[in-house]
């Protein structure tokens, strides 16, 4: 048995139900989007102060590509916005930011200078690690790697799980030990497939606009009381001493 850490080390959010907030509301689904931008701070300002070293925040898809076009660019432009409103106080907060995905062409070019500008200025933080999955999927992710490997020309008998885990985006990144899926819809959506490996999962009914600092520390909470085994058994089970 191995008892969960204090605080998780690397924490993942499935940020979902911005659309349903909406439609409950009689609103555009783009109203939920816009709604969606104070949880994304509350969350980024709970998780540092409650000592969380890396944070990542599922934003946009590859599969997200398949939304109405209007839909689509009304998030470009969201993004981009939240992106340049909130720079300054990330920064001021020590917090490293950068962005795993962000390789389709119909990114708009403004809005990839403005990621590259925020991972620029943010680069040299050591407080918490924010991870903004935008234009993500786990299993490109994936596919990306299994080439890189091939093309570095290790021979077949000598990949690991290290080694391969080497030649997926951002290869410092730690396991994520919690993944919380807002609106408690229970899929893993292609996100960070191979990262969330052995994470613990939860999946509070509540929707994202509405999810709150004191939401996420309820998950924190909750993921202390966990028994996080690995495939082995608790002890005294199965016979064993």
Not at 44 to 56: D, T, Y
Not at 117 to 124: A, E, N, R, Y
Not at 153 to 165: K, L, R, Y
Not at 199 to 211: S, T, Y
Request: with cysteine; net charge positive.
């Amino acid at each position: 048995m191995k008892r969960a850490r204090e605080v998780p080390r690397h924490v993942a959010c499935v940020m979902d139900g911005n659309g349903r907030w909406a439609a409950q509301r009689s609103l555009p689904r783009t109203s939920g989007h816009r709604a969606a931008e104070t949880t994304v701070i509350d969350v980024i300002e709970a998780a540092r102060s409650a000592g969380v070293e890396w944070l990542s925040l599922y934003a946009f898809s590859t599969e997200n590509w398949r939304r109405p076009s209007a839909e689509v660019d009304f998030l470009m432009q969201l993004v981009r916005r939240v992106v340049r409103k909130h720079a300054p106080l990330l920064h001021a907060r020590g917090i490293r930011c950068r962005f795993l995905g962000v390789t389709d062409p119909r990114i708009p070019p403004v809005l990839a200078r403005d990621f590259a500008d925020l991972t620029t200025l943010t680069g040299d933080n050591r407080g918490m690690t924010l991870t903004v999955a935008f234009d993500h999927g786990g299993r490109r992710d994936i596919v990306e790697a299994a080439r890189s490997l091939i093309d570095s020309g290790i021979p077949a008998d000598a990949v690991t799980e290290q080694s391969f885990a080497a030649h997926l985006p951002f290869p410092d990144t730690p396991d994520v030990d919690l993944v919380i899926r807002t609106s408690g819809e229970q899929r893993i959506s292609n996100f960070m497939l191979w990262q969330v490996a052995y994470a613990e999962w939860m999946f509070p009914p509540v929707l994202w606009p509405d999810f709150r600092a004191p939401h996420f520390l309820q998950c924190l909470h909750m993921y202390r009381q966990r028994d996080r085994r690995f495939g082995g058994v608790l002890p005294n089970q199965n016979g064993e001493a």
